[in-house]
């Protein structure tokens, strides 16, 4: 692996394997696919990716009917996504992004099986929004090539691509996925391993503010959002936006970010978010988070 040199962008004939196919990796196969690589989704809750592709395939048909995507474009890029019936179909991926659940043990198992199964030639990017790359990746034969490609929610709207090196990420690798993200249209900026990165450091505050103000009951969430969002200049309020991300996911990455920390009563998790993971409120992917979605909408906040 040391001596390989990687392209300054992977070409578009590269297989992308996309593993977990939840809110973020559907988004993230998507957009590879238009950019032009031949996809693989993978999820080990069965049935789970091929639900994703359906909805993939909704949301190319959304572009198409607002003319940000031709029809030939979005037929071409849903045909090049298919769903991997195990990890073992993966073994020719060039560039595997790991979009599993925000628990360390389960992305580091995750690359560890991997391993096993890819060439020494693949990448292996992680999606993780606040753990240590280096963590992810110590203890793997090859850790020099396990680099943070750390995506936003919605991922095909949000330009934002933060590529995050560990301690012993490879610089080159780190660049070619840079390049890649470039040429995917979206923006990548670089950063080291640190609790967070960039974004999830410096939104850390934003929700725990908006949640301790609730907690003492200064304002309603709906007042909140909408004081961010009207006077602010926020695209959202930290309420909605924590139901747009996933409470789960959310409460998970404040966790990580605290303990990282060594504690730091600044990043301390909030009660009344772990209630809501406890009940299975989640946020708009459940139905039910700060707000209602979807058939319940019309009915009473929690
Ligand atoms: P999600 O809960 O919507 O989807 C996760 C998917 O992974 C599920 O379909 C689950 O069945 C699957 N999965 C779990 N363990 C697996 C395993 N061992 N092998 C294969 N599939 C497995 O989660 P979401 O929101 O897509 O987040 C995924 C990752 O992306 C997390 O690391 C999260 O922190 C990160 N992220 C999330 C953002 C968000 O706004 N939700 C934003 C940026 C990053």
Known sequence: M????????????????????????????QVAAVAGHPVLLYDSREGAAGKAIGAICTNLDKLVSKDKLTPALAQAASQRIS???????????????EAIVEQLAAKHE???????????????????????ITQIAAGLQHPERVVGMHFFNPVPMMALVEIISGLASDAALAQCLHDTALAWGKTPVMARSTPGFIVNRLARPYYAEGLRMLHEGGAQPATIDAVMREAGGFRMGPFELMDLIGHDVNFAVTQSVFHAYFNDPRFTPSLIQQELVHAGYLGRKSGRGFYRYGEAAGAPRP
Do not use: W
């Open 2 to 29: 040391n001596n390989r040199k990687y392209p300054h962008a992977l070409s578009r004939s590269a297989l992308v394997a996309v593993i977990g196919s939840g809110t973020m990796g559907a988004g993230i196969a």
């Open 110 to 132: 995750l690359f560890g099986k991997l391993e096993a199964i890819v060439s020494t030639r693949c990448i292996l990017a992680t999606n993780t929004s606040s753990l240590s």
């Open 83 to 97: 769903v991997a019936q195990s990890l073992e179909e993966l073994h020719q991926a060039d560039l595997v992004i």
